[in-house]
């Protein structure tokens, strides 16, 4: 079992700042991918920023130069700091990683959530 625990949503005002933190536990063995996805209700989840196999990062064109993406690949974290954020950047975000278990099996887990309001 892979779990992901994201932290560090909130409520914002235009312009300001946040950073999201996500912990992944179990009985991981390798980590592929990992990175961060938004959904608002009743549309489909969209990919923020992923590191790609190979440690590539990859950024929505709408939070290039934005937003940064940062892993700690010891601790099994992945950050996601947020600037100048505007309401288009209201959503859920959530954590996704990828990769191998103990087991040597396939795991693709997402974690439960973390609010993200901006205000006008």
Same mark, same amino acid.
């Given at each position: 079992?892979?779990?992901?625990?994201?932290?560090?949503?909130?409520?914002?005002q235009?312009?300001?700042?946040?950073?999201l933190?996500?912990?992944?536990?179990?009985n991981?063995?390798?980590? #592929?991918?990992?990175?961060? *996805?938004?959904?608002?209700?009743?549309?489909?989840? @969209?990919?923020v920023?992923?590191?790609?196999?190979?440690? !590539?990062?990859?950024?929505?064109?709408?939070?290039?130069? #934005?937003?940064?993406?940062?892993?700690? *690949?010891?601790?099994?974290? !992945?950050?996601? @700091?947020?600037?100048?954020?505007?309401?288009?950047?209201?959503? !859920? *975000?959530?954590?996704?990683?990828?990769? #191998?278990?103990? @087991?040597? #099996?396939? *795991?693709?887990?997402?974690?439960?959530?973390?609010?993200?309001?901006?205000?006008?």
């Open positions: 079992q892979v779990q992901l625990v994201e932290s560090g949503g909130g409520l914002v235009a312009g300001g700042s946040l950073r933190t996500c912990a992944a536990s179990g991981i063995q390798s980590i #592929r991918t990992m990175g961060w *996805y938004r959904q608002l209700p009743g549309q489909q989840r @969209e990919m920023a992923v590191f790609t196999a190979g440690g !590539v990062e990859n950024y929505a064109d709408s939070v290039k130069g #934005r937003f940064t993406l940062d892993m700690n *690949y010891a601790q099994k974290k !992945v950050f996601l @700091e947020m600037n100048s954020l505007n309401p288009g950047d209201t959503a !859920v *975000y959530l954590c996704n990683a990828a990769g #191998r278990t103990t @087991e040597v #099996r396939f *795991y693709d887990a997402w974690g439960q959530g973390t609010q993200v309001t901006v205000t006008s």
